[in-house]
């Protein structure tokens, strides 16, 4: 990742996320704030938007949904999901850290009211 560090970009998607939700939105027009927020980011490269849509996803199912449109997003990114083809540009703890986020959601993403 050129401009954005692993922990600044997760960090960045809360605070965007969290904001929106202080503005007064529910979770899924919070998700929709930070998918416009941050879709040139998106569009940078696979290991920004793996870690954005893990991020999203972790945010809104905190709140108790997941939108239709994360959720689908993170089905594929989990489906072919490889450490591998991290470390070299995240580094061995950083992309640990998300493949522990990634197994993570398999669970939850099971158990949270998807909505469209």
Wanted: hydrophobic residues 40%; charged residues 25%.
């Amino acid at each position: 990742m050129q401009e954005w560090d692993y922990n600044e970009l997760t960090e960045y998607v809360e605070e965007v996320f969290c904001n929106s939700i202080n503005d007064g939105l529910n979770a899924l027009q919070a998700g929709g704030r930070c998918l416009n927020e941050f879709a040139n980011v998106i569009e940078e490269g696979e290991t920004e938007k793996t870690i954005f849509y893990i991020s999203l996803a972790h945010l809104q199912i905190g709140k108790g949904i997941l939108s239709v449109r994360i959720y689908e997003q993170v089905d594929d990114i989990i489906k072919v999901f490889d450490i591998n083809n991290f470390v070299d540009e995240l580094g061995l703890n950083y992309a640990k850290d998300l493949s522990l986020r990634i197994e993570s959601l398999k669970t939850k993403m099971q158990s949270v009211e998807v909505i469209s």
